[in-house]
């Protein structure tokens, strides 16, 4: 579970347009469940935005933002765990350690991303003494009261502020990894840390720290003023090198071998292992989800090509016949009016180009239903689980099979050469 405060400049402020994007009524199958809580009216949730309004309207001395935007993001594997009784807790958790157990709010749960995340709006100002009450140090007592939460109702451990600095990933890196349900490159680096800083202990200059990284496909590069961990097979995913560890930080490094140098490339050794952001949740289904969606998305590339294709063929047709109209001993009304028929006739013909690539798309939605990593393993979990059973079933007869011992045969024994004896 992470937690994430959405930040707002005060002039983007606006809570009925966070409030509707988390009820966001012309997107069922996006929204689980929404509520409110702090108002007078208990049963219309629209009435309710409109007291929170007024209420924000009163004060009229604040001049930052009057709206707290709450992002939680809970992990795939937590979906059967959480119920719509735990959400509500969890909400009413994470406003008293904010202090703001007083005020209006808005709250819902989506279901559109590979994870159940829960948006909450809070009106910072107090409802009865219209103060704006700004949280203070909330980042420390979120994370805090996030790893509490994993460990009253068993959900997957996140990484937090409460390990060391440099053992722990960044706030994208485990954005990603709690999206995507996939291992970020930090997390890969980490996972192999301490073997890696055994192998540069024994390093005494530069090329040595590159070999050392290379054999796990892992570069490292100067990035403004420090350095940075560079994923050899996508030069994009980094990773700070003094957060991976304090010993890799630019000073110590360059104290201990002196200043940078790049690697010298005599000979290409294959790296041992390979970043692949394999998937953090073991389940038989994830390798045909991955496969479904590069199907999906080879297809709508596909689609995309021969649109843009279509549309380039028609701009060009159009421009050339305009060309020529301009070439032809007309009257200015003549021209002008044939000038207004193959504007209206390549208008038309775009549209009919982005109506039937429109259809493709709803076909191609239609025979790939699934939205994420999360809605496929809901609508597939009884498969997953005949599929762990005969994985289960299978295991016995691999061992028995494995254990088996080989047969003696009697010419192995009677004609076996003595020992010490030799043609």
């Known amino acids: ?40 009216t208990e049963d219309d949730y629209d009435i309710a935005v409109s007291e929170v309004l007024a209420t924000q309207a009163m004060n009229t001395t604040a001049k930052e933002e009057k709206t707290y935007h709450l992002l939680v993001s809970f992990r795939p594997e937590d979906a059967d765990k959480l119920t719509p009784d735990i959400f509500r807790e969890i909400e009413k958790r994470f406003a008293l350690v904010l202090g703001l157990q007083d005020h209006q709010r808005h709250c819902g749960v989506h279901q559109n991303t590979d994870n159940l995340h829960l948006h909450v709006a809070y009106n910072l100002i107090h409802p009865e003494t219209l103060n704006r009450i700004e949280p203070y140090r909330d980042y420390w ?25 440099e053992h722990r990933l960044s706030d994208r890196a485990a954005s990603m990894e709690a999206f995507s349900g996939k291992q970020s490159f930090a997390g890969y680096c980490l996972e192999r840390r301490e073997a890696i800083l055994a192998a540069v202990a024994r390093a005494t200059n530069w090329e040595y720290v590159h070999q050392a990284l290379a054999k796990y496909d892992i570069g490292i590069k100067p990035h403004g003023n420090g350095l940075v961990l560079q994923a050899a097979n996508n030069p994009k995913l980094n990773f700070k090198a003094s957060a991976f560890d304090r010993s890799f930080s630019k000073s110590k490094l360059e104290t201990r071998f002196g200043p940078y140098r790049k690697k010298i490339i005599i000979r290409s050794t294959p790296a041992q292992e390979t970043y692949q952001a394999k998937p953090l949740q073991k389940s038989p289904l994830f390798e045909e989800y991955i496969k479904l969606c590069n199907e999906k998305r080879a297809i709508s590339a596909s689609i995309r090509e ?100 080989k047969p003696v045969y009697r010419w192995q024994t009677q004609y076996a050469p003595s020992k010490g004896l030799s043609r």
């Open 141 to 165: 007592k979120r994370d805090k009261l996030c790893r509490e939460l994993e460990q009253e109702y068993g959900l997957a451990v996140d990484h937090g502020i409460e390990q060391k600095k």
């Open 1 to 40: 579970m992470i937690s994430k405060h959405v930040e707002c400049d005060a002039a983007n402020d606006s809570y009925r347009r966070l409030a509707e994007y988390i009820d966001a009524d012309h997107e069922q199958d996006k929204v689980l469940q929404s509520w409110f809580s702090g108002c007078f």
């Open 306 to 405: 021969e649109k843009q294709k279509q549309l380039a063929d028609i701009k060009s047709k159009w421009k050339a016949k305009r060309a020529d109209i301009n070439f032809m001993a007309l009257t200015k009304k003549d021209r002008y009016g044939l000038m207004a028929y193959t504007y209206r006739q390549e208008k038309e013909q775009r549209q009919r180009i982005m109506d039937t690539a429109q259809c493709r798309y709803i076909d191609l939605k239609k025979r790939f239903p699934y939205k994420s990593w999360q809605d496929f393993y809901h609508q597939n979990k009884q498969r997953e689980q005949v599929l762990n059973s005969e994985q289960q079933q299978q295991k016995p007869l691999e061992q028995a099979q494995q254990t088996v011992a």
